[in-house]
């Protein structure tokens, strides 16, 4: 089944203690994304990718990093998480279409983080 | 870059009856408007997508319209059933944006509610 995956789904943890959500898809889709949802607020992206080793700020990159070192993983790190990071995140692939051509996203199930 | 607004932030509808969600657009380039359909504890989905070379677009009972001049495109859902209700996001892709995966920036929401 042809699918994004994130882990873990849900996560508590205390401000300042490094944490990696991970993200793998099975459709060899070149382009990935990070977004958060908050209420009111709908969905940011955070850090896309448009192949291996290759990433770049979204709009809201700050307190996050990246790594693409293979196609289908695309993990979000936080190095050291603040109150203001609890939210809803999504990874997301796309396949590739074509110099500037966007398509369908798609998107994980969804990560609720909740830092204390 | 490009900014989406989306109206409304709630609707109710009863069943059986007609939802219209309206989005606006800044980016007089973006020419790709997807719709996705949020279920509770679920990521994003795409319902329904238009590109700008056409004005409307129908899949059963959703539908797209796509007006360039005014830069606003709409979701409509006839016979609305209560497997409707969702959270819809709209969302433009600009070849003038800065990027991403998947190129797209979101409206913030909108909360459809289907009263039995």
């Known amino acids: 089944e042809a699918q994004v995956t994130q882990n873990p789904r849900y996560l508590i943890t205390v401000t300042g203690k490094k944490l990696t959500v991970t993200c793998s898809q099975n459709?060899?889709?070149?382009?990935m994304s990070w977004y958060r949802q908050d209420p009111g607020l709908g969905l940011r992206q955070i850090y896309y990718?448009?192949?291996?080793?290759?990433?770049d700020k979204g709009d809201v990159p700050e307190g996050y990093k990246v790594s693409r070192k293979e196609k289908r993983n695309f993990p979000l790190i936080l190095e050291s998480p603040s109150p203001n990071q609890t939210s809803l995140y999504f990874c997301?692939?796309?396949?590739?279409?074509?110099?500037?051509?966007?398509?369908?996203?798609?998107f994980g199930q969804g990560t609720r983080l909740t830092v204390v | 870059g490009e900014n989406v607004e989306q109206h409304p932030s709630t609707l109710s509808v009863q069943e059986g009856d007609s939802a219209v969600i309206k989005c606006t657009y800044s980016?007089?380039?973006?020419?790709?408007f997807p719709w996705y359909k949020q279920e509770l504890g679920k990521g994003p989905q795409l319902i329904i997508d238009?590109?700008?070379?056409?004005g409307e677009k129908k899949d059963q009972r959703i539908a797209v319209t796509l007006n360039k001049t005014a830069k606003h495109f709409s979701l409509h859902i006839t016979e609305t059933q209560p497997e409707d209700s969702a959270v819809y996001f709209c969302?433009?892709?600009?070849?003038?944006?800065?990027?991403?995966?998947?190129?797209?920036?979101f409206g913030k929401g909108t909360h459809l509610i289907i009263q039995p």
């Open positions: 238009i590109r700008s070379n056409v």
């Open positions: 980016d007089s380039a973006s020419n790709y």
């Open positions: 969302a433009a892709s600009s070849p003038n944006s800065g990027g991403g995966a998947d190129g797209l920036t």
């Open positions: 997301a692939s796309s396949p590739p279409t074509g110099v500037r051509k966007v398509t369908e996203a798609f």
């Open positions: 459709m060899n889709h070149e382009y």
């Open positions: 990718s448009m192949n291996v080793e290759v990433t």
